[in-house]
């Protein structure tokens, strides 16, 4: 099982990124998919989830209008549209996919960074 985040780097405060996670190992269209950020000192906080078939998401309150998941389940990937960004943003972020409460799997995560 693999999933390889990417995409993070620095950003200026109010700019954008967009992060992917692509996953191999295992049913992609079977599992919820999950991004979740852990700043220093902070515990791990989830962002968004999409569903399975990509047909609902969720979001944190401190992202809700900023950022957008979605999944393309043909190329088995997950991603992370991010604007208007803040300085509290910034964090590793993880992807991490779920099948009921018996299978997890974690990516090693992408560095985000928003600072002038």
């Known amino acids: 099982v693999r999933l390889v985040e990417s995409g993070g780097g620095l950003v200026q405060p109010g700019g954008s990124l967009r992060l992917s996670c692509a996953a191999s190992?295992?049913?992609?269209?079977?599992?919820?998919m999950s991004w979740y950020r852990q700043a220093p000192g902070k515990e791990r906080e989830l962002v968004a989830i999409?569903?399975?078939?990509?047909?609902?998401?969720n979001y944190a309150d401190s992202v809700k209008g900023r950022f957008t998941a979605s999944r393309d389940n043909a190329k088995n990937t997950v991603y992370l549209e991010m604007s208007s960004l803040k300085s509290e943003d910034t964090a590793v972020y993880y992807c991490?996919?779920?099948?009921?409460?018996?299978?997890?799997?974690w990516g090693q995560g992408t560095q985000v960074i928003v600072s002038s």
């Open positions: 991490c996919a779920k099948w009921g409460i018996s299978r997890t799997y």
């Open positions: 999409v569903t399975s078939a990509g047909g609902a998401t």
């Open positions: 190992g295992f049913t992609f269209n079977s599992y919820a």
